[in-house]
Every structure is written in C-alpha cells, then in structure tokens.
Nanobody, 116 residues
C-alpha cells in the first residue's frame, strides 16, 4: 500500500484546510485509516481515524468539533477537513493505513502551519 498526502499549507488562525490521502496498491487489505501529526519536539499523536467498512470514526479530544475525517472508498482516498484551526495545530500531518495482515503504512507527511 502506498499513501500520498496533499493539502497542507499555511493558514491563519480560525481558517480551514482539507488534507487528502490517496491510497494505491493493495487497498483491499486496509482495515482502517487515520491521520497522525507530529509537532517539533513532540511525539506523534493520533488525530482521527476511520474504519474502512463501517466508517466508524474516532477523534483526539483536542480536535473534536473542529476536524472531520471521511473517506471515499471508490477513490481510495481519505480526507481530513480542518476548521477553526489554531496555532497549536501546527505540525506535520501523516496519513496511516492499517491492513488486515497487521501491517502499518505511512505517507510522507504534509506540513500544516497555522499563524496567530
């Protein structure tokens, strides 16, 4: 499975961005996908995740009500709509996929910078 993120950039506080993650390869094997982020000097953390079949979603408390994760199975693409962005959302955002064979896949990351 290969994952390619897009949609990062620079935005002012209160603004919005939409990240995309396009999956290719053995996409049939993906059980769930998620977005993680890593800010400088901090550990990588889960932002949101979604299952492939039921569409069940989960969010970090820090983004609940502001971020929405979704997927388009026909396009093998996952999205993260980020609204009301805050400077503390600044990080490199990574797309992740977990397969039925217990394998983890990661994208290359996309930078999100929120200015105050």
């Amino acid at each position: 499975v290969q994952l390619v993120e897009s949609g990062g950039g620079l935005v002012q506080a209160g603004g919005s961005l939409r990240l995309s993650c396009a999956a290719s390869g053995s996409t049939f094997s993906i059980n769930s996908m998620g977005w993680y982020r890593q800010a400088p000097g901090k550990q990588r953390e889960l932002v949101a995740a979604i299952t492939s079949t039921t569409g069940y979603t989960t969010y970090a408390d820090s983004v609940k009500g502001r971020f929405t994760i979704s997927r388009d199975n026909a396009k093998n693409t996952m999205y993260l709509q980020m609204n009301s962005l805050k400077p503390e959302d600044t990080a490199v955002y990574y797309c992740n996929a977990w397969s039925m064979f217990d394998q983890d896949y990661w994208g290359q990351g996309t930078q999100v910078t929120v200015s105050s």
